[in-house]
């Protein structure tokens, strides 16, 4: 299994400019999420969803758009991007269960992808 | 307003020796704490973590200590060693059973463990 991947590795973009990072995962998990880490400031919570067709805002939607169209695949699309959105991006999988610490201790994160925007 | 505090962004310890981060929430919702470890250029691992019904837990040389109290969580390894090194974040999260799936995460610290 190749895990959670991520594509791409590293991106500039320049202000106005839209584009969607990738994110797949081969382990049939239903619970799929983006969060982006920036310098003191942790983890944020972007966009997450429960299964294919099911999605739900996070911490700091904003700027962002997911769709969940299958179970692998959980693409995060920034329409017009902006300097504030520089940061390193990291998809999430787990198993899907009502019980969030389930998820949470089963989480497999991806290796990231490190946005520049000019 | 920043719910999950680690406020020793780093820490620098010999191997052998005990690491001891420290982790403050405000939000007395938050029953579950975790802990996550960070290698660069990796997505961060779950590493420990502890329900609000117990004050410890422990697997192998990691143990997390939680004071509800003081709304504090601490993370010992013991002993060091310096594949240890990397960043560690605390998380936290609410009662499980509603639709809720956001883990709070602290802003991490930075341990270097030397040879």
């Known amino acids: 299994n190749a895990g959670v991947t991520q594509t791409p590795k590293f991106q500039v973009l320049k202000t106005g400019q839209s584009m969607t990072l990738q994110c797949a995962q081969d382990?049939?998990?239903?619970?799929m999420s983006w969060y982006r880490q920036d310098p003191g400031m942790g983890l944020r919570l972007i966009h997450y969803?429960?299964?294919?067709?099911?999605?739900d805002q996070g911490e700091v939607p904003n700027g962002y758009n997911v769709s969940r169209s299958t179970t692998e695949d959980f693409p995060l699309r920034l329409l017009s991007a902006a300097p504030s959105q520089t940061s390193v991006y990291f998809c999430?999988?787990?198993?899907?269960?009502?019980?969030?610490?389930?998820?949470?201790?089963?989480?497999?994160f991806g290796p990231g992808t490190r946005l520049l925007v000019l | 307003d920043q719910q999950v505090k680690q406020n020793s962004p780093s820490l620098s310890v010999q191997e052998g020796r005990i690491s001891i981060l420290n982790c403050d929430y405000t939000n007395s919702m938050f029953d579950y704490f975790l802990w996550y470890k960070k290698y660069p250029a990796e997505g961060p691992t779950f590493l420990i973590s502890i329900s609000s019904i117990k004050d410890k837990n422990e697997d192998g040389r990691f143990t997390v200590f939680l004071n509800k109290s003081a709304k504090h969580l601490s993370l010992h390894i013991v002993p060091s060693q310096p594949g240890d090194s990397a960043v560690y974040f605390c998380?936290?999260?609410?009662?499980?059973?509603?639709?809720?799936?956001?883990?709070?995460f602290g802003k991490g610290t930075l341990l270097t463990v030397n040879p």
């Open positions: 382990m049939n998990h239903e619970y």
């Open positions: 998380a936290a999260s609410p009662p499980s059973g509603g639709s809720n799936y956001k883990l709070t």
């Open positions: 999430a999988s787990s198993y899907s269960d009502v019980n969030l610490r389930q998820i949470s201790e089963t989480q497999y």
């Open positions: 969803s429960v299964g294919a067709g099911i999605t």
